[in-house]
C-alpha cells in the first residue's frame, strides 16, 4: 500500500465550513498527489505537490488549497466546503518502476457536504 | 454514498471464464500505462504496467497487450474469480511526466 494513510477517512460537513483532510505517507516520496473521483468523471486531479513547499494546481483545483510542510504529509483544504464537494478523495504517491511513474493510492476519504 | 460503479461499462462474466477489459487511450506520446483495479470502498490498485517498447507483458493471471497503432490497451484475466470483481481502469503517462491520464474504467461483475 505504499505507506500511505489518510484521516479522516469518514466526514461530514456543513455548506461554508472549512475541512481540511490529511494523507501521511512513510516512504519518503518526492511527489504527491490529491485526487477527487465522483461517479461518472473517474480520477481528476485537484492539486500535486513535488517537495516541501513546492504545490500546483491540477484540473479541479478551484475551491481547494494545499500545503506540504513536511515531506511525509499533504494537507487539502475546503475553505469554505459546498455541496459540489461531496466526493472521495484520493490521495496518492508516485514510485518509479518499470522505468515509469506509477501512482500508488491512499484508502480515500468519503467526505460528504450537507 | 454512490458507487464509482455506477455509470461504468460493465462486463459480467461467469466464475473460470476468461475476461477481456478494453482501454483506449488518447496521446500517441504516451509510453507508459497502468492498469488498476479498484475494489468497492477501496483505494485503486496497481495491477500491472506496461512500456511502449513491448506489446504484451504477462503478470500472475494477467496479461496486458498494447497495440500502439490504434492506441489500445487490453486486460486479460485468466479463470477469473468472484473475488476479481471490480472497476479496473487504465492509466497512461510520458517519459519524465509525472502526471498520468487516467481512463473512466469498466466495472467486472463474476457470477459465481
Known amino acids: 500500500d505504499a505507506g500511505i494513510t489518510q484521516s479522516p477517512r469518514h466526514k461530514v460537513t456543513e455548506t461554508g465550513t472549512p475541512v481540511t483532510l490529511r494523507c501521511h505517507q512513510t516512504?519518503?516520496?518526492?511527489?504527491m498527489y490529491w485526487y477527487r473521483q465522483d461517479p461518472g468523471h473517474g480520477l481528476r486531479l485537484i492539486h500535486y505537490s513535488y517537495g516541501v513547499k513546492d504545490t500546483d494546481k491540477g484540473e479541479v483545483s478551484d475551491g481547494y488549497s494545499v500545503s506540504r510542510s513536511k515531506t511525509e504529509d499533504f494537507l487539502l483544504t475546503l475553505e469554505s466546503a459546498t455541496s459540489s464537494q461531496t466526493s472521495v478523495y484520493f490521495c496518492a504517491i508516485s514510485e518509479s518502476i518499470s522505468g515509469g511513474e506509477t501512482q500508488y493510492f491512499g484508502p480515500g476519504t468519503r467526505l460528504l457536504v450537507l | 454514498g454512490e458507487s464509482v460503479g455506477l455509470h461504468l461499462p460493465t462486463l459480467s462474466v461467469q466464475e473460470g471464464d476468461n475476461s477481456i477489459i478494453n482501454c483506449a487511450y488518447s496521446?500517441?506520446?504516451?509510453?507508459?500505462f497502468i492498469w488498476y483495479k479498484q475494489e468497492s470502498g477501496k483505494g485503486p490498485q496497481f495491477i500491472i504496467d506496461?512500456?511502449?517498447?513491448?506489446d504484451k507483458r504477462q503478470g500472475q493471471r494477467v496479461t496486458v497487450l498494447l497495440n500502439k497503432t490504434v492506441k489500445h490497451l487490453s486486460l486479460q484475466i485468466a479463470a477469473t474469480q468472484p473475488g476479481d470483481s471490480a472497476v479496473y481502469f487504465c492509466?497512461?503517462?510520458?517519459?519524465?511526466?509525472?502526471?498520468?491520464?487516467f481512463g473512466r474504467g469498466t466495472s467486472l461483475i463474476v457470477h459465481p
Open positions: 506496461i512500456r511502449s517498447n513491448m
Open positions: 516512504e519518503n516520496h518526492r511527489y
Open positions: 496521446n500517441s506520446a504516451s509510453d507508459y
Open positions: 492509466a497512461e503517462n510520458m517519459e519524465g511526466s509525472y502526471i498520468p491520464t
